[in-house]
C-alpha cells in the first residue's frame, strides 16, 4: 500500500469525523453561544484566563499530543499497520475526541471545575478522592516516560560515546528547547501587556519569527551534556511550569509550539506526497507477536494517538478555564484530538517508510520518526542536517508540553487530594497547609516522578498505557453521570466505556504478572519494578473501586434532575 493513500484516508476519515460527528454531539449536548464561561466570571489571572479560540486549541493540542501519537503507533507496528490505522481512527472519533469534548464541555458547565471536583460532585467525596489518587499515579508515569525520552534524545556530540550527525541534531535540539523556555517568558509578558493591541495574525507572525530566531541560534550553539544532567534539568523546568502563571510560560509556549507541530506536520504529509513510500511494513504480522497478543496490547499501546484519559484533565483542569466562549468548544475538545490522530498516522506512514523485512527498524520511536521524516523533507531540497534537528526539536516539543501539562495537574491532583470543605490555607491545619503548598506538591511529585525515571521509558510505557486508558474509562463513567442528571444523551459514551474497562483490565493483570514473575526470577529490583509493581496494584485497586462507586451513582441518579 502507497504511504500517501493511507495519509489520504485519514484525513478524509477524520475531517468527515469531525463535520458530522463532532458536530452531532455538540447540537445533542447543547452549546451556548451567550452564556459567560469560567474563564470570565472566576477570571484570577493566573488559571483562569479569557483566551482567544486558537490560543486555547494550541494548548490544548500541544498538552495533549505530546509523544503519544509518536511512540505508539511505531510501536504498535509490529503487530502491522492495518490494525493500527483502524484504531487510530475508530479510537479517535469515537472513543479518545468524545471524552475529551465530554470532559470540557463537563468542566465549563461546572465552573471550570477539575474532573476530581465534578466527581464529588456527582459521585461523592470518597469518590473525589481516590480518583485524584489515581491520577497522582498517573502522573508520575507519564513524568518518568517523557522525561526519560526527552533527555535521551538531548544527548549530543561528544557525550557517552556519540559523535555522529543524529548526535549533532540532538544536541541542537537540546539548545532550541532551553532558548524556547526563556523566548516563552518573554512572549507571555508581550501577550499580557500588549495582548490587546495584538490580533491574531500579528500574534502568529511574531511567535513564527520566534521560533526561526530560536532555530537559528541553537543550531549555532548546540548545547551538549549528559543524559543524567538533562533528567535534572527537564526536572528544573517541570518545577517551574508547575508554580508559574499560565500566561507567563505554559500558555505561550504551547502557542508557539503548536506552530511549529503544525509545521512538523504539514511537512511530513508534504513529504510523503512527494516521496510517496511503499509500506514496508506488514499488513497484519499475527495476533501474537513477540510474546504480546494484539488485544489488549495494541490498544494501550497506540494510547494517546486513540484514547487517552490524560486529556480529560487537560480538558478540565487548564483548557476549561481559559476558554472565551462555548461555541468554541467542539474545535478544541474534539479537533484537537482529530488532529492527534491524524499525526498518529502520520508517523505510521513514517515508520512504515522505513521498515526492515516487515517490522520496524531498530532505534527508539523518536529517531525512527525524525530520521524518517528528515528523509523526506530531503527530497525536498531541505538539507538533512536541517530537516534532522528540526524533527528531533518537533519531537521534543512534543514530550515537553505534555510533561509541563502533566506536571501541573500532578501537583494540583496532589494538593486536592488533601484539601477539605474549604481551600482557604486559613481554615487548615498546619498539616495541610504544607501538603496543599503548591511547591511542597510540585517537589513531591517530581521525586517520584524521578524514582520511576531510573526505570526508562520502555519498562514503563505499558504500565503508563494501561493506567492512561483506565482513566479514560473512569472519567467516562462520570461523564454518564454528568449527562444523565442534566438531561442530556449518554449512550454514544458506553461501547467506549465498556471496552476500555475491558482493555485496561486485562493490560494491568498481565503487567502485574510479568512483574511479579520478574521478581519471582531474581532479575527485578525495588526501584523499577518493585515501585511500578506497587503503582500496579494500586491502580487496580483504584480502578475497581471508584467504579463501582460510579456506577452506583449513576443507578441511584436522577434524570434532569440538574438544570444547568
Known sequence: MNGLVIVLIGIVALGAGYLFYGRWLAKKWGIDPNAKTPAYTHEDGEDYVPSSKFTVFSHQFSSIAGAGPVTGPILASVFGWVPVLLWLIIGGLFFGAVQDFGALYASVKNEG????????????????????????????LVIAAFTDMVAGTFVGTGVEGMTDATSYANSAAASISMLFI???????????????????????????????????IGMKFPICTTKT?????????LFLASVMPMWL????????????????????????????????????????VGGSSLFPTLFVTIACG??????????????????SSEKDMPMVGYGAMVVESLLGIVSLVVVGAVAVNGTKPDGTPFSIFSSGVAGFLEKLGVPVTVATVFMTMCVSALALTSLDSVARIGRMSFQELFYGDSTDPADMTPVQRVLT??????????????LLTLGGYSNVWPLFGSANQLLSALVLVTLCVFLKVTGRSNKMLFPPLIIMLCVTGTALVERTISLVQAFSAGTATFLVEGLQLIIA????????????????????????????
Open 229 to 237: 544532567a538533562w533528567i535534572y534539568i527537564v526536572m528544573a523546568y
Open 537 to 564: 496494584v494500586l491502580l487496580m485497586i483504584l480502578g475497581v473501586i471508584i467504579v463501582v462507586n460510579s456506577l452506583r451513582a449513576y443507578f441511584a441518579s436522577k434524570k434532569n434532575s440538574e438544570t444547568i
Open 437 to 450: 503548598n503548591k511547591y511542597f506538591a510540585t517537589v513531591i511529585t517530581l521525586f517520584f516522578g524521578y
Open 113 to 140: 471545575k477539575s474532573m476530581g471536583m465534578i466527581i464529588e460532585k456527582y459521585i461523592g467525596k470518597t469518590g473525589r478522592k481516590l480518583f485524584m489518587l489515581f491520577c497522582w499515579l498517573f502522573t508520575l
Open 182 to 216: 526563556v523566548v516563552a517568558v518573554i512572549f507571555g509578558v508581550i501577550q499580557k501587556h500588549l495582548g490587546s493591541r495584538m490580533n491574531e495574525v500579528i500574534k502568529a507572525i511574531v511567535a513564527i519569527v520566534l521560533l526561526v530566531v530560536m532555530f537559528i
Open 249 to 288: 510560560l505554559m500558555q505561550p509556549r504551547d502557542y508557539m509550539t503548536t506552530f511549529m507541530l503544525l509545521g512538523m506536520i504539514i511537512g511530513a504529509v508534504v513529504g510523503v506526497i512527494v516521496a510517496h513510500p511503499s509500506m514496508q511494513l506488514n499488513a497484519f504480522s499475527g495476533f501474537n
Open 306 to 323: 486513540a484514547v487517552s484519559g490524560f486529556h480529560s484533565l487537560v480538558s478540565s483542569g487548564t483548557s476549561s478555564k481559559t476558554i
